[in-house]
């Protein structure tokens, strides 16, 4: 059985993710430009990572960012764990794969990410939080999200040893009680008070996440287009701080 890669919670990681989801590297540099690379990480998505490539990720990286590769490989055992020892080779912070895709392909990425770059955390996405019981019902999962949760991660930490999953902050407090403090909890879908929605379905506020049990939270347009982006971080880096007992 692969062994739990590493506890991934450290006091150092930033808490806050922004997603850069942009359509070139000029538009994510300079947003990332005006964020301050102590205090958050970056997201790298499908959209920019094709556009632009790996040299875009070296270019963050450069700036001091610790970078979160998303592309949420989701395909034969074999594949996959090339793809992600190919990113791996980047050192990346974080990347991820779809738990869906089942424990051979998930072992299978974790090997690859341990024998290539110890440090980067390998996460498993459960069920997108653009994702309700009628979407999983749609493809023929008669279970609710959260069951399909709990499933998921099951397979991924207890069985995978992967660090850590992507989920909604809805299902983060019964996470964290079942699987301990040492996996790291990624939450997308996070929205200030009063903000829009957006595409998400299954969304929270910063604070809520964050008493929930999540370790790191994926913000994306409360930031990225806001008038001041770097007003806009600070106040949520201060939310999650209040949240978090700081």
Same mark, same amino acid.
């Given at each position: ?18 997603? %850069? ?5 000029? =538009?994510?540099?300079?947003? /990332?430009?005006?964020?301050? &690379? +102590?205090?958050? #990480? $970056? ?59 089942? %424990? ?5 990425? =974790?090997?690859?990410?341990? /024998?290539?770059?110890?440090? &980067? +955390?390998?996460? #498993? $996405? ?66 200030? =008070? ?12 910063? #604070? ?39």
């Amino acid at each position: 059985m692969t062994e739990r890669m590493q506890n991934v919670s450290q006091p150092s990681d930033p808490r806050l993710i922004v997603a %850069l989801d942009f359509p070139d590297a000029r =538009a994510a540099v300079d947003l /990332a430009g005006r964020l301050d &690379s +102590r205090h958050c #990480a $970056v997201k790298v998505g499908f959209e920019l990572f094709v556009a632009e490539g790996p040299a875009l990720v070296e270019r963050l990286q450069e700036m001091g960012f610790r970078v979160f590769l998303d592309l949420k490989f989701h395909d034969i055992p074999n594949t996959v764990g090339a793809a992600c020892r190919a990113a791996a080779r980047l050192g990346v912070w974080m990347l991820n794969v779809h738990a869906g895709g089942g %424990l051979e392909m998930m072992r299978t990425a =974790a090997d690859a990410v341990r /024998a290539v770059s110890p440090q &980067s +955390r390998l996460i #498993a $996405v459960t069920v997108l939080t653009a994702t309700d019981a009628a979407t999983l019902q749609s493809v023929g999962v008669d279970r609710s999200p959260d069951e399909q949760v709990m499933l998921l991660a099951d397979l991924a930490i207890a069985q995978g040893g992967l660090d850590g999953l992507v989920c909604s902050a809805l299902e983060a407090e019964r996470l964290r009680r079942t699987l301990g403090p040492a996996p790291c909890l990624v939450t997308p879908g996070i929205r200030p =008070a009063g903000a829009g929605v957006d595409d998400q379905k299954r969304i929270s506020t910063p #604070a809520a996440a964050i008493r929930a049990g999540a370790s790191h939270l994926v913000v994306g347009r409360p930031i990225t287009r806001a008038p001041d982006p770097a007003q806009a971080a600070a106040h949520l880096l201060a939310e999650i701080e209040t949240a978090s007992g700081g």
